[in-house]
């Protein structure tokens, strides 16, 4: 890649997160005296969002992709790394630095949409309060104004703007989170799993709506979820993670069309498809085992106690993520290239 190539990279990054380390110190035993253990919640994690696109963020339960989420907004102590916002260092373990910026530009929809609302704030109010919050010196009618705007936009109108968050549905709260966390334009949003907690027909409402709000106002989103499907639909890249680390990052073509770790192929072998005939014809990639306590993970690659693929070099040492085809998707596996040259092989 050339310098000018990277020059272009880099004016259009926003955020950009390097070897980021989250650690938990649990209890051994259950009991405060005995020690404790530490669990890597986020191990050594890695990626960039860049202006105006989708980074999807996908994973089993208990991956870590909600900490990381939280670990980059300030939410959760980083032990190690860096999260660099337009270029400036702004979470850095052990030091206090000034995070209103980030906080100003970067906003947060969670995924219990009525738990994330005050039930004691109007609906007015709620959405209201980050101008306030942040220091925007606004006149009240103006507040007003923008929070009706802001709350026509997802689909709400004036006859909410007095009522309390008991008072509305799952969808309508979560309408009500994401015109929160629009109100002081931030640059990119984070979306901590916005669609679990809500039924099927809600769930594409708002992802449309997240879509569309998007291009209107070139929000750049990162978007937590563990629905293959609904990632696919939204996110422009994709980033996939397992017991803390990476395991594969790319453009969302490449990885949905040609995965290159066993893990994501697993993945995305579990996911339906509605065509009966496709169904029965597929391959399914079948994992052994469960899932390695984070408290305790395998040596080596974390992922190698389940991948039929793995063989006694995959014990050795943790994989670096290595580049590979014309997107550059980056893949940590020490046997991904042998992997996809039996695929092509097989002509699988």
């Not at 693929?309 to 040492?317: F, K, L, P, R």
């Amino acid at each position: 890649m050339t310098n000018t190539a990277h020059s272009s990279q880099d004016a259009a990054t926003l955020l950009r997160v390097d070897n980021l380390k989250v650690q938990f110190g649990v209890p051994r035993g259950g009991f405060p005296w005995s020690g404790k253990t530490m669990l890597r919640a986020v191990d050594g994690v890695s990626f960039n969002v860049r202006r105006g696109e989708t980074v999807g963020l996908v994973g089993e339960s208990g991956c870590g992709k909600s900490t990381l989420a939280r670990a980059i907004i300030g939410l959760a102590p980083v032990a190690d790394g860096s999260v660099r916002w337009l270029g400036d260092e702004t979470v850095l373990p052990g030091a206090r630095r000034d995070t209103s910026r980030l906080r100003r530009d970067v906003q947060m929809i969670f995924q219990d949409p009525l738990a994330s609302l005050d039930p004691r704030m109007t609906i007015e109010q709620i959405v209201a309060e980050p101008l306030t919050t942040h220091g925007q010196d606004i006149a009240r009618a103006d507040v007003q104004r923008r929070v009706l705007t802001m709350l026509e936009r997802v689909g709400l109108n004036a006859q909410h703007l007095r009522r309390y968050p008991h008072e509305f549905s799952g969808g309508q709260c979560q309408r009500v989170g994401i015109a929160r966390a629009l109100i002081g334009e931030p640059q990119l949003v984070i979306c901590d799993e916005p669609v679990s907690a809500l039924d099927v027909s809600i769930q594409a409402q708002i992802v449309n709506l997240l879509r569309d709000l998007q291009r209107e106002l070139s929000l750049s989103l990162l978007f937590v979820a563990h629905d293959l499907a609904v990632v696919k639909a939204i996110s422009h890249r994709v980033l996939v993670m397992y017991l803390g680390r990476v395991m594969e990052f790319g453009d969302k073509r490449d990885v949905y069309g040609t995965p290159r770790h066993p893990y994501t192929r697993a993945l995305l072998s579990a996911v339906p498809v509605p065509d009966p005939v496709v169904e029965r014809a597929r391959r399914h990639l079948l994992l052994r085992g469960e899932i390695a306590s984070p408290l305790n993970p395998p040596s080596g690659c974390a992922f190698r106690t389940r991948c039929p693929d793995a063989i006694e070099a995959c014990a050795q040492d943790v994989p670096q993520a290595i580049t590979h085809g014309a997107n550059a998707t980056r893949v940590a596996c020490i046997r991904v290239g042998d992997m996809m040259k039996e695929a092509s092989l097989s002509g699988r």
